[in-house]
């Protein structure tokens, strides 16, 4: 008994204290996994929006998953009613995941209040957007893994001849024209290049929202698996390399994002001599939300069908970019980033002025050939 004393004591006493400083090790670790679980990732599954579209005879249910962008997406296509075929509702979730960093929090705070407001019912469609398809191609991109889908809304035709690379495609959107004589010849050409969209809406300039949002609505419905948009003028140089690269280095950050050249705290223009000239009607506020400029801006295909679903909701503006990038982007929850590289100046049509940059304004049809011939030269030599 006495021998046991001290020393079984010890023991006694010194097991407990290893117990308890295992149990007390082994907790931590625990409650380091369980933080770490908590904020390493983000992943919800969440209804992200729901509309009204025709899709012709099409009646199935259609179901698409889209594991790119560090996301999931389950879309599904039900048919309302037997009655009238034609009109589908479109239901979406998102499965969201995105690494833990500064943006992918920010990136989880707004997608948050997103989830609130898409979870509101009873908002009614103000845009249904259910123009038809003069011209479309519903099949460029099936069976093709797509990684960029460039958009470019235009007043005539063929401007670009140009195909970047064969992952990606080259779209011209436009509006039906009155004149016979121009409609024949878009006709011609859209089954000569297959590259034409043409809605049933009048092509006008106080109706460039709605070119912009075809482009949103066609990738959302044709090419939802694609992995970026980009929407940029017909006057715009392009070096799609570059602006790929770019793209790639923000989806790191996180899966939805509007890439190019931001433009923050502008007024409305509110003299009526002004191109832009907005009434308070029109805008009843004194500050536009920040917005991209409308010359050429980039996107995931995520980000494009969130614009898509909400520009539904949202009051038309004639100016694409301030509604598209700005308001609707707004409430639709989707960060604008600033993007050096995007430029809207007019620079001499040489290879050597666009190695450093993704855009340049107001190039001609020629000039555009002249620079993507160079800029794709293999001996280009620049200072
Ligand atoms: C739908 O199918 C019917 C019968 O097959 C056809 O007559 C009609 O033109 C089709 N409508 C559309 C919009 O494709
Ligand atoms: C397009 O613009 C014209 C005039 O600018 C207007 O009359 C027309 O209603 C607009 N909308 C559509 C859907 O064509």
């Not at 969130?306 to 609707?328: K, P």
């Not at 100046?345 to 940059?357: A, I, M, T």
Request: net charge positive.
């Amino acid at each position: 008994m006495f021998f046991r004393s001290h020393r079984v004591d010890y023991f006694i006493s010194s097991f407990t204290k290893f117990i308890a400083g295992s149990l007390f090790i082994v907790g931590c670790l625990l409650l380091l996994t369980a933080f770490k679980y908590s904020t390493s990732s983000h992943e919800k599954l969440t209804r992200s929006g729901e509309s009204q579209r025709s899709f012709g005879n099409f009646t199935d249910t259609h179901l698409s998953t889209n594991i790119k962008n560090g996301l999931q997406s389950i879309r599904t296509v039900e048919t309302k009613n037997s009655k009238s075929p034609n009109i589908g509702t479109i239901k979406t979730w998102y499965k969201e995941y995105f690494p833990d960093n500064h943006f992918g929090k920010k990136v989880s705070i707004i997608l948050g209040l997103f989830r609130k407001k898409v979870a509101l019912h009873g908002r009614s469609l103000i845009n249904p957007h259910n123009f038809k398809y003069i011209h479309n191609v519903p099949n460029a991109c099936i069976g093709r893994n797509i990684e960029l889908i460039a958009g470019i809304p235009t007043q005539t035709w063929g401007q670009y001849g140009s195909v970047p690379a064969n992952n990606a495609v080259v779209l011209f959107f436009l509006g039906s024209k009155e004149d016979e004589a121009l409609q024949e010849k878009i006709n011609f050409e859209a089954l000569k290049y297959g590259d034409i969209v043409q809605e049933h809406f009048i092509d006008s300039y106080r109706n460039l929202s709605l070119k912009t949002v075809a482009i949103m609505k066609w990738v959302s419905i044709y090419c939802a698996d694609s992995t970026f948009v980009l929407k940029a003028d017909d006057d715009m140089y392009i070096n799609i390399p570059r602006l790929v690269m770019r793209l790639r280095e923000q989806l790191k950050r996180g899966p939805v994002f509007i890439l190019g050249a931001v433009h923050y705290n502008t007024e409305p223009f509110r003299d009526q001599k002004n191109k832009w000239f907005v009434t308070f009607d029109e805008y009843p506020a004194n500050m536009f939300p920040n917005y991209m400029s409308g010359t050429a801006y980039a996107m995931t295909s995520t980000a494009a069908i969130r614009l898509y679903v909400e520009s539904l909701y949202v009051r038309n503006l004639f100016l694409e970019d301030v509604y598209l990038t700005g308001i609707v982007a707004d409430k639709a929850a989707v960060p604008r980033v600033k993007e050096a590289d995007f430029t809207w100046g007019k620079f001499d049509p040489e290879g050597c002025n666009f190695k450093n940059k993704i855009s340049g304004h107001k190039n001609s049809p020629e000039e555009i050939r002249k620079i993507h011939r160079e800029l794709f030269d293999p001996n280009l030599r620049c200072h």
